[in-house]
């Protein structure tokens, strides 16, 4: 996957997370920026469990690499529904498909307007370029 | 998301993750702004191969190339090339230059004949250790002396003075280019660089000679950082380029890779040797640190003596120890470590997945009562406690 790939079809963070609106619900992963940032991943630790509720900006859990560790920080608040129990026994699929596959949680929005706040597609592809890419 | 590590920019990936505010204000000093940072010779090679390049005591310095565990593999079966030119070379020479050398180290300097080096510390009169060095005997009145790259100054100056109204004393590290060659093709290949490659085949573990490989004047010495077989080549800064080309290119059809300071740690921790500001340090002494191997104290007097008797003679307070986890979770440099019910009892000094071990290990200081194989400690992670077993070490050794 390279490193630019972007989909239009989800909204972003500025810390190079994705939001995907199905079903009334938006799951939330990792961009493939990220991904060729952080390089091989081999944990994703998911500090919160269904029915809890989380905060926009503060972190959910924690995703390491051989060589570093990074905080997972929440683009919506409201209560999570569904968590990815595969990260757990197979991290490195979020180096393989981070858009799809290895999407982290799903969160029912507290408040929609918060999604209306985080990038579209042109203006997170713009961030990507001022980024050195 | 890209949080403490990479949130900076994509020249900014830490090497290890280091969440004690003592490690991170002691990186915080090494890391200059670019402007300020040092490049070795072979800059141009690392962004033509892809490097990603990051500030590194002083230094920008390829962290990874193709990834870090591509690398890792690549060195286990086949053969990875490292720069590790921003290491220091000093020079002591002159009739008194065996025993300036030989007083400044721990190991035996008196041991070695022409062509041989050895592995030891150095370490100041409280009997820490202030850099761990390998030791090279080019004659009895000439000694080359390589040191880490972020204890430069301070060898530099520790070994100047020592040499003062004694032997000469010159310090080579910006003339000096260091090539390291690593895994079990690293022979087969160098035969293929240079006329000398099947004398240097046979070459002892710790020996060193002269050769010209890729038409440049070398010196290949039978050393490493890794765990496996291999040679560091040191060559005059305007060949390293050429012969650094050479070698990649050999390589590619045997599998060779070219490897970073990333897969360089992992290889070494993989082999439990020791890093210079995570095992080792001015707070360490070689006796706790698993390097009585290198203090003979039978050899006369050195720096640092009378305080390794006195802690040889008093007992070790703490070991160090290898460690896997258990439980789901990665050990990380400054990580406390916990005995069962869950009081601080150590630290871990370095953590990462073991790409060939294939587990979740790492090193760390313990009390002796607890540095027994099989006893089991817990490890906080960042609030998390994950379970660990302390294990024996080397994590990895090479079959052959």
């Known amino acids: ?133 | 998301m890209l949080g403490s590590c990479v949130r900076a920019g994509p020249h900014r990936t830490t090497i290890d993750f280091a969440p004690d505010p003592d490690y991170i204000a002691r990186v915080s000093t090494m890391d200059q702004s670019p402007a300020a940072l040092r490049r070795t010779p072979l800059y141009d090679e690392h962004l033509r191969l892809g490097g990603r390049l990051v500030p590194y005591a002083g230094w920008e310095m390829p962290v990874q190339y193709k990834g870090v565990t591509d690398e890792h593999r690549a060195v286990r079966a086949a053969a990875g090339i490292f720069d590790v030119s921003h290491m220091g070379e000093l020079v002591l020479s002159g009739d008194s230059a065996a025993d300036v050398v030989n007083h400044l180290i721990t190991n035996d300097a008196k041991r070695l004949m022409d062509g041989q080096a050895l592995y030891t510390v150095a370490c100041n009169d409280a009997g820490t250790i202030l850099d761990d060095l390998i030791v090279y005997r080019v004659s009895q009145t000439k000694w080359l002396i390589v040191c880490n790259a972020a204890n430069r100054d301070k060898m530099v100056a520790h070994f100047r003075a020592a040499a003062a109204n004694h032997c000469d004393f010159d310090d080579a590290s910006d003339r000096t280019a260091l090539i390291a060659l690593q895994g079990p093709k690293a022979l087969a290949l160098l035969a293929q660089a240079g006329g000398e490659g099947a004398a240097l085949a046979e070459l002892p573990s710790f020996h060193f000679r002269d050769a010209t490989l890729a038409n440049v004047p070398c010196t290949v010495a039978r050393t490493g950082y890794t765990g496996e077989d291999g040679v560091e080549i040191f060559c005059p800064t305007d060949g390293a380029a050429q012969l650094w080309r050479a070698l990649v290119e050999l390589g590619a059809p045997i599998g060779l890779e070219p490897a970073g300071l990333a897969a360089r740690d992992t290889l070494r921790l993989e082999a439990r040797l020791s890093l210079y500001g995570n095992e080792i340090d001015e707070s360490t002494n070689p006796l706790e640190a698993g390097l009585a191997w290198v203090v003979k104290l039978d050899k006369g007097d050195f720096v640092g003596r009378t305080a390794l008797e006195r802690f040889k003679a008093a007992g070790l307070t703490r070991k160090l120890v290898g460690f896997e986890m258990i439980g789901r979770g990665i050990a990380r440099h400054g990580y406390p470590l916990l005995d069962k019910v869950g009081i601080k009892v150590g630290l871990c000094t370095s953590g990462s997945p073991g790409p060939t071990v294939g587990k979740n290990i790492g090193l760390g200081y313990l009390p002796t009562s607890l540095a027994e194989v099989g006893t089991s400690i817990e490890v906080d992670c960042r609030g998390r406690s994950v379970s660990a077993v302390v294990v024996k070490t080397p994590f990895y050794k090479r079959s052959s």
């Open chain 1, 1 to 133: 996957m390279s490193s630019d790939d972007v989909r239009s079809d989800r909204r972003y963070t500025k810390d190079h997370e994705w939001t995907k609106e199905e079903d009334g619900r938006v799951l939330v992963g990792i961009t493939a920026y990220a991904v060729d940032q952080l390089g091989d991943i081999t944990l994703v630790n998911l500090d919160v469990k269904v029915g809890e509720t989380i905060t926009q900006g503060k972190a959910f859990g924690t995703i390491e690499s051989v060589k570093t560790l990074s905080d997972l920080f929440a683009p919506v608040s409201g209560k999570v529904v569904q968590i990815n129990d595969l990260l757990e026994r197979e991290p490195e699929k979020v180096n393989e498909d981070c858009y799809d596959r290895a999407w982290m949680i799903a969160v029912e929005p507290s408040d929609r307007s918060e999604l209306d706040g985080l990038l579209d597609v042109t203006a997170y592809t713009e961030l990507l370029k001022n980024a050195g890419h």
